[in-house]
């Protein structure tokens, strides 16, 4: 079955720590891969993609992410968190093939802490 | 740059009742997509269009219906409202293909 997999619902982080939010997906066919960060009470905001091409893609405010293929894994980093940084990031596949093709399928959700 | 435009922002209605939802897209976009998001929980797949035609549904109760317009906004009718659909109502669109969606900031829907 297609699915997306968020590791841990909340991440907390001291500012100026390193940020890793985990995501795993399952498929057999390579999906798109999306991250994307929702502060309160706000729409979704595209923070980064991975279609095709270079596995590391970078994003807005200093965010990066390293599709492995061998791993399923689209991790979500930062080097050094910001207190503007808090919130909740959800990472988002789009299947190109299988019995969830065509939709974009959210992973549970993280909420991201930062401590001063 | 133009975003997608949602309206109302916060929406009170009684159970029972109806409410409608609208949807503005980024201009240009042929998709659109509606999600519906319940307190702590990961936006869920409701229906999506691509040019003026339904192109998927999701989990959409049968007392929710959506359309797409000519001038590809869309609104989503909501019926015989329960107290359970309360949530945040997102839509988004898009160029069709592999470019990403773009969110709306969502309309927050109470029932009481």
């Known amino acids: 079955a297609q699915s997306v997999t968020q590791l841990g619902s909340h991440v907390s982080v001291s500012e100026g720590a390193l940020v890793l939010l985990r995501c795993n997906y399952s498929s057999s066919v390579p999906p798109y891969l999306f991250w994307y960060v929702q502060y309160p009470n706000q729409g979704l905001q595209l923070l980064l993609k991975y279609t095709t091409g270079a596995t590391l893609v970078k994003g807005i405010n200093g965010f990066e992410a390293e599709f492995k293929k061998s791993e399923t894994s689209f991790h979500l980093t930062k080097p050094s968190a910001h207190m503007s940084d808090a919130a909740e990031y959800f990472c988002?596949?789009?299947?190109?093939?299988?019995?969830?093709?065509?939709?974009?399928?959210f992973g549970q959700g993280t909420i991201l802490t930062v401590h001063p | 740059a133009a975003g997608v435009i949602q309206s109302p922002r916060h929406l009170i209605k009684e159970k029972r009742e109806t409410a409608t939802l609208k949807c503005y897209p980024i201009p240009r976009h042929d998709t659109v997509y509606w999600y519906q998001q319940g307190p702590g929980q990961d936006p869920q797949f409701l229906i999506s269009?691509?040019?003026?035609?339904?192109?998927d549904k999701g989990s959409i109760p049968d007392r929710f219906s959506a359309q797409q317009f000519s001038d590809y906004h869309s609104e989503l009718n909501m019926s015989s409202l329960e107290l359970g659909d309360s949530a945040l109502y997102f839509c988004a669109s898009q160029t069709r293909g592999n470019s990403p969606l773009h969110f709306g900031n969502g309309t927050r829907l109470t029932v009481t």
């Open positions: 269009f691509y040019e003026k035609m339904q192109s």
């Open positions: 988002a596949v789009y299947f190109t093939g299988g019995t969830s093709y065509g939709k974009l399928t």
